[in-house]
């Protein structure tokens, strides 16, 4: 199709604006014609509310898809992977396979975990099954490590949970929800301290499901050193990786960010610990990433039903999970990962990171159209590669579900599709 792109944004990032620039697209209004609209997580919910029943055109893609909390969303997320591995032993897959103590062999990515308030009764049961561990708290909602604690007695438990006047437990309409999760005490440690890592995914649609692996990510470090004693509980500086948190403190160095790049991460560990053990690791990120888009992946197409046109319009969005364990069990996924730039480095790498996703999502800088074959060429993916395509595994009779033995994962060693699929970003 002839003509420039129009592009409309409500986030004022440099990254963003320099690269639709770069490309000679033409800036409008939300209530002009558009082709593109990088929206904020805000502006996709208001805009594909149940209210205003917005459609997408043909030639309109926006960057994320609108059930996307599904999976963004902490207490969604688990929810979703459990129905997952319910639906799973339902259907008698080989991933659903348990060990004697009925623990997953290969589906345990999520440490112990309920909502509060909802499940406070269920926790108390499993917190008193071992009254000496940690765990932490995490609201829904929020993001940048704002309100998240450590506790472990029940009594602190308590205080957050009832009122105070008539000593009952605050209903969920009235109280922010939580997810509570066993601590992982024993995280990978470099120089002492915690770290997490920040990868980039982009899905480009989840029926078929196919997403990509950006190279480029990169590992977030605590300022102070890492201690499990119970009396550095409330000091972040020594537990959580956020960015924001950690550049308050006296030992964050304002030149590298407290950051290393994913690649020097895996020379470190192929240092330390051998090219087998991380190249295991990776794979085993890689495999928990694909299975937990899969676990959203009728939540999060639920929208095109609903008449949103995801299949025609949205080429689905750039998440970021990080993994905070030497074998990752625990992660979450972040709906908008920081498009701002904390140093020099941050700032390419984004810049970049943006770049390479517009080439996927608008070949060619072409004006959209639905038409469009969603699988690109090898040429055009940049720093990205193919994590997971749905076509080409079940082309093979390759579905993941499906394999026995060995091929069910890297726990089982790599399978052919394991191997062909290269995965995204979490925290």
């Not at 890492?226 to 550095?232: A, I, N, V």
């Not at 888009?293 to 750039?318: D, M």
């Not at 790498?349 to 770049?355: R, V």
């Not at 060619?364 to 090898?378: A, Y």
């Amino acid at each position: 199709m002839a003509g420039k792109v129009k592009w409309v944004t409500d986030i004022e990032k440099s990254v963003l604006i320099n690269n639709f620039e770069k490309r000679g697209w033409i800036q409008v209004t939300e209530n002009e014609d558009w082709n593109f609209y990088w929206m904020s997580v805000q502006t996709i919910r208001n805009v594909f509310s149940v209210e205003t029943g917005y459609r997408l055109s043909d030639d309109q893609i926006v960057n994320h898809f609108p059930n996307h909390y599904e999976l963004t969303r902490k207490d969604l997320m688990v929810k979703n992977i459990k129905r997952y591995r319910k639906e799973l032993e339902k259907e008698g897959s080989p991933l659903a396979e348990k060990d004697e103590n009925g623990k997953y062999l290969y589906l345990d990515f999520v440490p112990v975990t309920y909502m509060l308030p909802a499940d406070y009764n269920l926790f108390v049961e499993e917190f008193r099954k071992s009254p000496s561990s940690t765990w932490i708290m995490k609201p829904c909602g929020k993001a940048q490590g704002k309100g998240i604690f450590l506790i472990n007695k029940l009594s602190q438990i308590k205080k957050w949970s009832r009122d105070s006047k008539t000593s009952s437990f605050v209903t969920q309409s009235t109280k922010e929800a939580y997810v509570i999760s066993l601590y992982i005490n024993n995280p990978l440690l470099i120089g002492g301290r915690k770290f997490d890592l920040r990868l980039y995914v982009l899905v480009s649609t989840y029926r078929p499901l196919r997403c990509y692996m950006y190279k480029l990510g990169f590992c977030r470090f605590c300022t102070v050193k890492y201690t499990p004693s119970t009396s550095e509980l409330d000091n972040m500086f020594v537990h959580l990786t956020n960015v924001a948190i950690q550049k308050h403190g006296e030992d964050y160095n304002h030149i590298h960010g407290g950051k290393w790049t994913v690649s020097n991460l895996r020379l470190y560990l192929e240092s330390t610990r051998g090219k087998e053990v991380t190249g295991k690791l990776f794979d085993e990120i890689h495999w928990i990433i694909v299975q937990s888009l899969k676990a959203v992946a009728v939540s999060a197409w639920r929208g095109a039903e609903l008449g949103w046109g995801l299949g025609r319009g949205s080429f689905g969005e750039v998440v970021g999970p990080a993994s905070s364990w030497v074998l990752p069990r625990a992660c979450q996924v972040n709906a908008s990962p920081s498009l701002t730039s904390s140093t020099a480095n941050d700032r390419i790498l984004k810049y970049n990171l943006i770049n390479d996703t517009l080439n996927i999502a608008v070949p060619n800088g072409e004006i959209p159209d639905c038409k469009w074959n969603k699988s690109p060429p090898k040429e055009v993916l940049g720093n990205y590669e193919i994590l997971y395509d749905e076509e080409l595994a079940q082309g093979d009779g390759a579905d993941l579900r499906s394999r026995q033995g060995q091929s069910l994962g890297p726990k089982g060693g790599r399978s052919r599709d394991s191997g062909r699929t290269v995965l995204t970003t979490w925290k």
